[in-house]
């Protein structure tokens, strides 16, 4: 696929922000200036991935993405109404909530703090998050603007869906630098150690 990159010129209104970026091959597109890169591809979890690895790009936190939200007020509207997964299945380190067998469809109730963390409660209804508990792969739902009070929640993070699930678009960052370096280095230290042994 041929390479393509693309910043669009800067809007003149304060009502938007400042850039949108087209990146990679699979033509993401950067929200802006938040670091999350998405594509309108649909694709099952492993196909979804697998894209995201082509382009240097990893699938995203939950604790990241709803960081972001508060950070980035506008990423809320870019992702409305959109269904994609997210990094982790079964339970995370720490919170305990997803984890559970999957088997009543009953939301867990959180709010989340300025670093994304999860807290068991409500408080402010744009930073409730329900979590439906699973063993399966994350997914991460934005509802719509006008449903958020009927739900009772701005987010739905869901573990209890099929890792065959359709996603309706791709979401990922950038893979950080030292992480690509921790890569070369192992990648070097195994040639070497082959080169040694033959």
């Known amino acids: 696929m041929a390479f393509t990159l693309f910043r ?29 890169y998405i594509t ?8 979804a991935f697998e894209l995201l690895e082509e382009d240097n790009l990893r699938p995203i ?20 109404g959109k269904l994609f997964h997210i990094e982790g299945s079964g339970s995370i380190g720490g ?8 088997s009543v469809p009953v939301p867990d109730c959180y709010t989340f703090n300025d670093k ?22 994350l997914v991460f739902y934005v509802p719509m ?12 993070i869901y573990a209890n869906q099929s890792p065959s699930y ?12 030292k992480q690509q370096q921790e890569i070369f280095t192992e990648t070097k230290a195994a040639m070497a150690e082959a080169l040694r042994v033959a």
Not at 11 to 25: I, Q
Not at 116 to 137: A, C, F, M
């Open 8 to 36: 669009a010129r800067q809007s003149e209104t304060k009502a938007a922000p400042a850039k949108e970026e087209e990146w990679f091959n699979n033509d993401f597109k950067q929200i802006w200036d938040s670091g999350i």
């Open 61 to 80: 936190k939950h604790d990241e993405l709803l960081a972001s939200f508060l950070k980035y007020p506008y990423l809320r509207k870019k992702l409305e």
């Open 116 to 137: 994304g963390e999860l807290k068991k409660g409500r408080v402010d209804i744009y930073k409730n998050v329900h979590v439906y508990t699973g063993r399966h792969p």
């Open 166 to 177: 359709i996603s309706s678009i791709i979401v990922g960052v950038k893979r950080e630098a």
């Open 40 to 47: 309108s591809i649909d694709a099952k979890r492993k196909h």
């Open 95 to 102: 919170y305990g909530v997803f984890d559970g067998n999957g």
């Open 145 to 156: 603007e006008h449903a958020v009070e009927h739900i009772g929640a701005n987010f739905i």
